[in-house]
């Protein structure tokens, strides 16, 4: 199974920026997919899951609207776009999968990840 993240880079705040993650090696439609970040010396966190089989989505109360995540189940391709970006965004953003269907951000449930992008969002 491997996940490769991809789309970061620098941006200044309010800009956007639309990650992804491509899959391979596992049934995608079996799967959550999930989108992490960690910035310097900060635990990491969710931002955004996804269930493969039926697009369903989860996002934590701090996203504001402001991220969707979506899917190509073609291409077992996930994406997440990210506007009205913030500073406080910077971060290495990760991609993760986890068999079954439940909708949660809890990282030690997730099997497999990417190796993560960065992104950078300078005032």
């Known amino acids: 199974v491997q996940l490769q993240a991809s789309g970061g880079g620098s941006v200044q705040a309010g800009g956007s920026l639309r990650l992804s993650c491509a899959t391979s090696?596992?049934?995608?439609?079996?799967?959550?997919i999930a989108w992490f970040r960690q910035a310097p010396e900060k635990e990491r966190e969710g931002v955004a899951v996804?269930?493969?089989?039926?697009?369903?989505?989860y996002y934590p109360r701090f996203v504001k609207g402001r991220f969707t995540i979506s899917s190509d189940n073609a291409k077992k391709t996930v994406y997440l776009q990210m506007n009205s970006l913030k500073p406080e965004d910077t971060a290495v953003y990760y991609c993760a999968s986890d068999v079954g269907t439940w909708l949660h951000t809890d990282q030690w449930e997730y099997d497999y990840w990417g190796q993560g992008t960065l992104v950078t969002v300078s005032s």
């Open positions: 996804i269930r493969a089989s039926d697009n369903s989505t």
């Open positions: 090696g596992l049934t995608f439609d079996d799967h959550v």
